[in-house]
């Protein structure tokens, strides 16, 4: 999975299907929950005949409310072939195949679990057997219409979930699917009116069932920024505890942790997500590739802790477990996935290591890259080889990587599944050509490009996760301006830096080194104390840990 590629949702499957032969009871509606340990639990009462087919149906909602999507699919079809014709599954199934957070819609596939049921909506609703599952049907009969585009369909999709969760009151799943509609609306660009709406929706379930996943987990997505993310914290403690097997649980939690500068949460956090996505590909007979979404964060939320040798080890270790899976691996599905996993985590991975580490010239630049063919994920490349080689002096490769850069953003065209890839890919341009500028001895012309490149994120709505534009602007405009000796301004644009990146290390760096030349000593002192704070298991050669230290210590 991928939502906007650059901060791709790439979770490993973690399949768990429930085997069990199907039991007939008396009674219409079922409503007795299945076994769901490790993934919490929820009522979803069907027209289900068969208790086994509703077990299988309950878990497959609390995956589908996990984005467990590929385990949630499964599972739902697990309680069609126990069940033949068993409506809320087929609904289930195509609704594994909208991923509205990652703006993501696979329409061919919803149409083909549709279809299970009948050629027509007309013949598929005829199938239902309350008016209540006759609307679950008709909302997601929206979504793979075909009529208009993906974003007039999502809009109307909402109001049909808001008019259900406004029929049924007391369906809570009614409720939480119109809170992710309501996400999802936003075509991948958070609207925070939305957003906060969709966070109270889901509060008030989890007050009802504060086992449910699904509301911790809209919850939080509707809180996952630093302005509003500490009215998320309930959650985000909570749903590692409701939902234990699963990987996404396990990382979501810690989109709340970043908005928050939570570094020691957020590592531990995805250690969890990645141990329990590997146990599970282990017991699949899978390899166990630390190449994925959850592993970004956890190099990400190493450095910030100044832990960098285990954060290169984690590239490494995602270098040589891609390379080796990939030489096993036989043409299919599989192996594709594999390859667009290993292909878009490495270069960010490698990225993240080069910026964080600040090793112009080390490991991580030296890194030989498979061949990459996601464009987003190429321009952040192209990017951080740039930036490395102007750190370092060599002007030459600099100007030909901000030369590709420059085509790139010549040639682009908007991508509808990543809203604000056109105006990253700027910043990324921009940035570069002001670091190259300053190294060149134009810093005032580099200062003017990266004040720009500034406010063009700040006109961009914000986007959860490790800075996507890998080296946040407003970080890179500080240091030019405290090379420039304007350390007042320094100190604004690493407080701009910190209000987007709550507790940065570099950011953090960056202010405090601005207070003291400005002569802001006690505040100086301040920054840095709270910075050795988050060094407390920093490796001993982290770059400027001594500095912190001697500014730290007693006199």
Not at 184 to 195: A, F, I
Not at 525 to 553: C, F, K
């Amino acid at each position: 999975m991928n939502p906007g590629t650059l901060r791709g949702m790439r979770v490993a499957a973690i399949l768990v299907l429930l085997v069990a032969s199907a039991m007939p009871v008396a009674a219409h509606q079922v409503t007795t929950a299945a076994p769901t340990a490790g993934l919490g639990s929820l009522e979803f009462p069907t027209s289900a005949k068969s208790a086994n087919a509703q077990q299988a149906f309950v878990r497959a909602s609390l995956l589908l409310h996990l984005f467990e999507y590929d385990d949630a699919a499964l599972a739902f079809q697990q309680a069609q072939s126990l069940e033949p014709d068993f409506v809320m599954a087929v609904w289930g199934e195509a609704m594994t195949h909208n991923h509205p957070l990652w703006n993501q819609l696979d329409e061919k596939a919803g149409r083909q679990a549709l279809a299970k049921l009948g050629k027509t909506p007309e013949e598929r609703a005829a199938k239902a057997k309350t008016t209540r599952e006759r609307d679950y049907l008709a909302a997601v009969e929206i979504l793979y219409s075909g009529e208009g585009n993906k974003q007039d369909r999502d809009l109307r999709y909402d109001a049909a979930m808001q008019k259900m969760a406004a029929r049924y009151a007391d369906d809570d799943q009614a409720q939480l699917f119109h809170a992710l509609a309501l996400l999802g609306r936003s075509e991948g660009v958070r609207n925070v009116p939305d957003y906060l709406r969709a966070a109270e929706i889901s509060r008030r379930i989890f007050e009802k069932n504060p086992q449910n996943p699904g509301a911790a987990h809209y919850w939080i997505h509707g809180m996952d920024d630093p302005e509003h993310a500490q009215g998320a914290i309930e959650p985000a403690r909570a749903l590692s505890k409701i939902a234990p097997d699963a990987g996404h649980a396990q990382h979501m939690t810690s989109h709340i942790f970043i908005a928050l500068g939570l570094w020691d949460d957020l590592v531990k956090a995805n250690v969890e997500a990645a141990r329990v996505v590997n146990e599970h590909a282990r017991k699949q007979g899978k390899p166990q590739v630390s190449c994925f979404h959850y592993n970004e964060w956890l190099e990400y939320g190493y450095y910030q802790q100044g832990r960098q040798r285990e954060a290169g080890e984690l590239l490494l270790a995602c270098k040589r477990e891609g390379e080796a899976a990939l030489a096993v691996s036989t043409p299919g599905k599989e192996r594709d996935r594999l390859v667009a996993r290993f292909e878009g985590s490495l270069p960010i991975m490698r990225a993240t290591a080069v910026i964080e580490s600040q090793d112009w010239n080390g490991a991580a630049v030296q890194l030989v890259m498979p061949e990459i063919h996601d464009a987003n994920v190429l321009a952040v490349d192209r990017f951080v080889q740039g930036y490395a080689a102007a750190q370092r002096g060599d002007l030459v490769r600099a100007r030909s990587a901000l030369e590709q850069l420059h085509a790139q953003v010549a040639a682009a065209k908007p991508d509808s599944e990543f809203p604000q890839a056109l105006d990253y890919l700027h910043i990324l341009h921009d940035d570069l050509a002001g670091l190259v500028a300053a190294k060149s001895g134009e810093l005032e012309q580099g200062i003017v490009l990266v004040r720009g490149s500034a406010k063009r994120l700040d006109a961009m709505a914000f986007d959860f996760g490790p800075p996507v534009v890998v080296k946040p602007p407003h970080e890179l405009l500080g240091e030019l301006l405290l090379a420039a000796k304007r350390p007042g301004e320094a100190a604004d644009a690493f407080t701009r830096s910190l209000q987007l990146a709550p507790l940065r290390a570099q950011s953090l760096l960056g202010l405090a080194r601005a207070q003291q030349a400005n002569g802001a000593s006690t505040a100086a002192s301040a920054t840095y104390r709270q910075l050795l704070a988050i060094w407390h298991a920093a490796d001993a050669d982290v770059p400027s840990l001594g500095e912190v230290r001697d500014q730290t210590a007693s006199p």
